[in-house]
């Protein structure tokens, strides 16, 4: 395979200006991919460690800090949901747990998962590391940019997780900050610590803008010869569109985060209503708290998607690969996910079916969600026709990819129930919430996450990852992850609300206790096993098999990089000329079961190879 | 812009060229240096910004059920014995838009190369951003002065010097921070950077005149949004 | 992108054009100052508004910021997710209509 880059076939003809295909016949002009628009990228190459590996301008580099930081929160979060949990199943076990601790660690929990832990791992991390790869660049665009991007991220996470020392502690408004609450003294972390949330997260949105504008360009202008936008990996597309819906929800959040901060500080009112409290009226008036909420959800909705969309992708590329057969549909998985990126902007109020809006808005916005369902499913379907009659390879990576189908597909049509307004009312604010969205957007995405690391670890690392170890954190995770949330849904039913410290001596403790304590303990034991993952890591990152070029024999671009793991610049002295799409598995007529995206027609011109 | 060509790829005009650019490999903006790219796509966030305060201040108004102050009176003055209404935000209207045709003209000059106009005109246009941030000063001193707090307002809802404090702050933010820029330019320019393309402070990107149309195209969105200020809080 | 071998610039636009907008710029502002001065109310000062404000901004991004003369592949994609922007400032339009009614009902009426 390593004649692949060097891609010595390239006849230049003038005349046409077609990017070559396959097909039948061979002519002298169809290998012919038109010259480089755009000349060569100059790169800085690092040449102290600090500039290689602290403040690096190599995406790939920058890839990993951002999942290497992304991890560290995320085990934070883990952590705090392990104390959550304590507090849950054996109440007043734990003997600092107070009511305020509760909704400190429940808000941070919620706010380092999704923001911190699995927006920075999929658009930082993977974003970073295999755009450029993936697209043929030498690099991202703005490289110095894109470090600034990390090292902003580095500072918002900083500013977050010092607000457990401040004076009141982090806040405890639960993940939404919705105000009046959020900024209202016995609130815990009212003063100080929404401060620094909303600052944090004012830092990370600045982060994310300058990372976020150079996925986005190097997606769409530099691009390598022949790459057309419909031949990029799945990968690409997700990362992309999540990108696209970021730089364009976040500044809702920007603009709530930044009013609150004036209502906190400042004492303005543009969320607080008037207020008695203990018979005394405080000195906001005249403000709208279901403003924040709009713009909360706003940001909120399509937040969803950007976690949801680049695992889409990612999910179909590993799937295309270790079935060994082309993604079903690709055209159809594309326009799958542009549309519920689209749509994810017209859906936001669902979240907000029980806060006294507009009672015409229910209409509204359940009929959208309903319609988003409806690509979401093309692509459960395609996925699962990709599978069919496919050479599957059952190793780990492919257990990810089939326990994050279940997952999802079970988060999905809870979503359903959800969607629905006169369904959800019940419903709301309920433990039947919490096991949707973590099934949805927390378990799927993390299941994705897994897969991918044991993916893509022999071309970061260029050593597999241990393949027993992997099957045990596997069914450790799915296995325990269904004992955690399968039963939250009953909790759900039997009307258990969410956020309740603890639930006294009410009718539900005799139904529920049993059933707390079983998920408790088996939260404990799946946070236990994520750990393997990380002794896994450790212990193969030395030791581990020696995985060489291109070990999966997949066909996309990042495999085929001169040197694995490759270095800064990517692609040696030339790159690579693009002449079909990412998933030409199993052709009939190949020598192999797989063509790579560089292999020109002329090779494979007796095969039956899609026209791409 | 309109006339350039490129080597093997034939460009079409309007909405098929639309969709063959699109469809195209190696770039969807055919042309456009990505850095300018980068501004545009970054200038569509920032609109989400702006639509946001002011989506926000809508809200707010529409909702308050205390009278909102007439804007043709609280920023009206009073000269040589007569109130003008909103005379001030007429002169800053007009400040705006000629720095905005200066700055049109520097994108021109720029690329044809014509150092010393295009530096000139640079430094005009920022010496007509830095009146419009003085007049701003002038004019949150004078409410500030009249008893217009963020949290009150003797004229009628606390919301409007909340909204007027914070959407006026932000952009006269985004106006502080062109000027810093116009300045660097205007510097650039002079020094010729732009024709011996000279690499920036932290980037390997060699100078070039399209830098001027980058920031030409911020200092435009400043001015857009200014228009749109203008309608939605002092002329409604 | 460095030296881009196929961005030389042909040909710019004459200077006519920026001054005939900038002027046409400068009209408009007067005009919509002029809406204030002769203080027009109800749905002629909104439609005066508006029509102005979108004729200015539409000015400035056509000319001064280019748009007029890119290609309809930026155009295009700058303008769809307006969309969204569109469908915030309608719904939050009734959100408010809602409140006030509300506030007007139990704060005012008395429930």
Known sequence: ????????????????????????????????VRPAEVGEQDLYHGHSFITKWIFCQDAKVIGVQYFLLATFTGIIGLILSWLMRLQLGFPELVPFMTAEHYYQFVTMHGMIMVVYFLTALFLGGFGNYLIPLMVGARDMVFPYLNMVSFWSFFVAVGVLLASFFVPGGPTGSGWTLYPPQAILEGTPGSGWGIMLMCISLILFVAGFTMGGLNYLITVLQARTRGMTLMRMPLTVWGIFTATVLAMLAFPALLVGALMMSLDNVLGTSFFM????????????????????????????????????????GIISDLISVHARKNIFGYRMMVWAIVGIGALSFFVW?????VSGMNPWFGFF???????????????????????????????????????????????????????NVSVDVPLSDTYFVIAHFHMVMGIAPLMVIMGAVYHWFPLVAGRFLDEKLGKWHFWLTFLGAYSIYFPMHYLG????????????DSPYVTSAVGMNEFISLAAFIVGAAQFILIYNIIKTLKTGKPAGHNPWQACSLEWLTPTVPPE??????????VHRWAYDYSVPGAKEDFITQTTPPSEVAHTKVEKT | MSDFKIEGYELKPGFKGMAKDTGSDQTMFKGVHWGKAMMWIFLLSDTFIFSCFLISYMKGRGSTIIDWPNPSEVFGLHVFGVDVPLLLIAIMTFVLITSSGTMALAVKYGYEKNKKMCGWLILATAIG???????????????????????ENPFGAPQFGSFFFMITGFHGTHVSIGVIFLFIYAYKTFAGHYDEGKRGWFTTMKGDYVEIEILGLYWHFVDLVWVFIFAFFYLW | MEKTKKQEQTSTHKIGIYLWIWGLLFVLSF????????????????SLILFFMFLKAGLIMAFFMHLYWERYALVNVLLWPMTAIACFIFLMVAEFEYTVFTRFFYFVVGG
């Open chain 1, 349 to 353: 109020a669902h979240h907000m079916y």
């Open chain 3, 31 to 46: 005009f919509s100052y002029m809406v204030d001065w002769y203080q027009f109310q109800g749905v002629l000062r909104w």
């Open chain 2, 129 to 151: 951003g830095l009146t419009f941030v003085g007049m701003q000063a002038f004019e949150w001193g004078k409410l500030i002065h009249e008893g217009v707090r963020p949290w």
């Open chain 1, 365 to 419: 916005f359940a009929t959208t969600t309903l319609i988003i369902a409806v690509p979401t499913a093309m692509k459960v379907y395609n996925w699962i026709l990709t599978l069919w009659r496919g050479n599957i390879r059952l190793n780990t990576v492919m257990l990810w990819c089939l326990g994050f189908i279940v997952t999802f597909v079970n988060g999905g049509i809870t979503g359903i129930f959800l969607g």
């Open chain 1, 1 to 32: 395979m390593s004649e692949d880059f060097s891609d010595n076939k390239t006849i230049q003809a003038q005349s046409s200006e077609t990017i070559s295909g396959g097909g039948s016949g061979i002519t002298p002009d169809m290998d012919y």
């Open chain 1, 273 to 312: 209503p008037t207020i008695l409290k203990a018979g005394e009226v405080l000195e906001y008036g005249g403000g709208s708290p279901i403003l924040f909420q709009h713009l909360f959800w706003f940001f909120g909705h399509p937040e969803v998607y950007i976690v949801e969309l680049p695992a889409f």
């Open chain 1, 493 to 504: 039913f039997i009307g258990v609300p969410r956020r309740y410290f603890e639930m006294y």
């Open chain 1, 568 to 577: 800064h610049g990517n692609w040696g002295d030339r790159l690579p000329t």
